[in-house]
């Protein structure tokens, strides 16, 4: 399984057209690629708080509309990052999308954890409810995003839903950069999966981006990092590894909390 993660360069001296039709062109650029992934609001910046407003558009706006066409020319799986939705009663949400090699859109995750503690995102943005997963030919990839990954329960909830690749967009800043290693290999080494991780370049709203995407498989081992510039990171993956590993190593089985309690007999 042949993946690329596309670290987009998301700076304010770009208009939001522009790197739509950018990001569509490095899109159709990796066909013969199995996966292809992009990063967290990419369209306005992760940190470009004041811009969610007014740059927010229905699920099937002009990002779906691009991202479709892009995966359909290409021929891959794409998830295309996530963008600010506006749902039909106004309530904002951090959105990501993910496409078949058709262009049919088969799946939309609302990001779960907001980042922001009482500002930005926290408090501009509705939280989702439901976690997500789908189901690719060679894997089943659970997904989440950005802040999702300091979170446990949420993976845990993805593999009981039988995710064997976890993909992750972010616009993670580079002030924390070692947290983001440090998180995408324990969440990949505890839920023996392979975890995709994809961040933005550049600066948003003031903010230096940590970009070094990263690819780890499910003994925790770095197959590929990008460096801290817009890069395309590509990678070979090979999705019976997940099965070996849970056989060889089969910690997760010995799970007792976070379990459903038996249920009694009549």
Sequence with gaps: MRASLIQMRVDEDESVDSRRRRAASLVRDQAGVD??????????????????????????????????KAAAD???WLHAGSVPERAADGALYNTSLIFSPSGELAAAYRKIHRFGFDKGEAV???????????????????????????????????????AETLVIP??????RRSHWTLLAQARAVENQAYVLACGT??????????????????WGEVLAEAGAGEEILR??????????????FPALKDRVLGLEPPRRRP
């Design 124 to 162: 501009l943005m509705g939280a989702g409810t439901a976690p997500v997963t789908v189901r690719l030919p060679e894997t089943t990839v659970g997904v989440a995003t950005c802040y999702d990954l300091r979170f446990p329960e949420l993976f845990r909830t993805l593999v009981d839903a039988g």
């Design 170 to 175: 972010a616009g993670w800043p580079e002030r």
């Design 74 to 76: 290409a021929g891959v």
């Design 235 to 248: 990678v070979e993956l090979d999705p019976a590894r997940v099965a070996t590993t849970r056989e060889q």
């Design 201 to 218: 370049a550049g600066t948003h709203a003031g903010v230096p981006q940590a970009g070094h995407s990263i690819v780890v498989d499910p």
């Design 35 to 68: 996966l292809v992934v992009l990063p967290e609001l990419w369209t306005t910046g992760a940190f470009a708080y004041e811009r969610f407003g007014d740059e927010a558009e229905p699920l099937e706006g002009p990002t779906h509309e691009a991202m479709a």
